[in-house]
């Protein structure tokens, strides 16, 4: 292809990815830059039975977060690879140890959850407590479809 014959195709990708929207614009960009290496779905299609992201994880785990091993961190197979309060129930993950697996739910999940809430309500995903409700203003607890 002749360096005039590459600018204008140039040109015309850059003309297209202007006229989009926002959304459009960016899934063209990530398509465009990024490779996907794994597909996972967290809602169950399988069944219910775990499945683990990490299938190929050989004893001693490493933990992916502080690098520690067995037998100086325990670890077990019921880690969420994705936080069960955005509705996973069935992906897994044996390369965290329990430790940090207690400092992520502790420290991190709650403020996620509390920012989720609405969300979660509005989309009905059923976390490890249900389905999320809110009080109004006069302490009257609803769920989205009790109005």
């Known amino acids: 292809m ?3 014959m590459a600018d204008a195709a140039n040109n015309e990708k850059d003309n297209n990815l202007v006229n989009m929207s926002g ?3 960016r899934t063209a960009y990530y398509y465009e830059n990024y490779v ?5 779905s967290c809602i169950t ?3 219910g039975k775990k499945e683990y992201v990490d299938k190929g994880a050989n004893r001693p785990y ?3 977060f502080c690098g520690k091993k067995e037998p100086e961190a325990k670890f077990s197979d019921n880690t969420h690879a994705i936080s069960e309060l955005i509705g996973n129930k069935t992906l897994f993950i044996k390369s965290e140890c329990e430790n940090c697996n207690k400092r992520f739910g ?3 999940e709650d403020v ?3 920012y989720l809430g609405p969300v979660r309500t509005l989309s009905q995903t ?3 407590r249900g389905i999320p409700s809110y009080k109004t203003s006069d302490s009257q607890s609803f769920h989205l479809f009790d109005l």
Request: proline share 0%.
């Open 62 to 64: 490493i933990c992916r």
């Open 45 to 47: 299609q399988n069944g």
């Open 126 to 128: 059923r976390g490890k």
């Open 106 to 108: 502790r420290d991190y």
């Open 112 to 114: 996620l959850a509390k």
């Open 23 to 25: 959304v459009d614009f």
């Open 2 to 4: 002749s360096n005039a």
């Open 36 to 40: 996907i290496i794994a597909k996972y």
